[in-house]
């Protein structure tokens, strides 16, 4: 990268407030590692607003599903369409990992086990990962996805205060340990991978022979 470009990207880092760690600036910059930055969050948690942020300081793909999944199937949204969605995002991501191109999946991903995965497919082609969290407390949440309503309905799902409540019943946050070690826990017991466990959780997030032998 040439001088120019640095400054650029350092002037650009500072306006969106974001200030990389030298962890980061390694495995991005001077080693040339790709790295897969992986959204934790509920909805309205401010996740896709960083992961904007990041792809422009990284220069890396940006995966949201929501961006297609309306597109694709307007508001209805076609049961297990979305797992076959997001395991083509996977496929996406890991194939710009293997040719030096960092990645932001911004899923939000709920359970730990989906993170693991995440994280153990992103070892598997050379790159590292982390865990980018975003909390939000219940009164903010609500306001936020009310204020969505006027400003970006076409291109958000519409979510009742219902949905939100249940939905943070069953998601699981990270604890400090999760986001700050490098270590990846063992898959679920029935697992002898991460592989076999994601190409059941996400159809189509593995080439068809790393698929079959996972099995």
Do not use: H
């Amino acid at each position: 990268m040439n001088g120019g470009s640095g400054a650029s990207l350092a002037r650009s880092a500072a306006f969106l407030g974001y200030r990389p760690r030298m962890s980061e600036s390694y495995d991005t910059g001077r080693s040339g590692i790709p790295k897969m930055f992986v959204m934790v969050g509920l909805p309205a948690s401010g996740k896709t607003t960083r992961a904007r942020e990041l792809a422009s300081t990284w220069s890396a793909l940006r995966l949201t599903p929501d961006e297609w999944m309306i597109p694709l199937f307007g508001q209805e949204q076609p049961e297990g369409k979305r797992d076959v969605l997001e395991g083509r995002l996977i496929w996406v991501a890991l194939s710009a990992l293997q040719v030096g191109i960092s990645v932001v999946l911004d899923f939000g991903v709920w359970g730990k086990d989906e993170r693991s995965a995440l994280c153990a497919l992103a070892r598997s082609v050379g790159a590292t990962s982390e865990l980018v969290y975003l909390s939000v407390d219940e009164t903010e949440q609500w306001r936020r996805v009310q204020a969505r309503r006027l400003t970006d309905a076409a291109t958000i799902f519409d979510m009742t205060k219902a949905d939100l409540d249940g939905w943070r019943e069953i998601f699981q946050p990270p604890d400090a340990a999760e986001l700050e070690t490098a270590d990846i826990d063992p898959p679920p017991g029935g697992f002898t991978s991460w592989k076999g466990w994601a190409a059941q959780r996400w159809p189509t997030s593995l080439p068809g022979d790393d698929a079959a032998e996972s099995v």
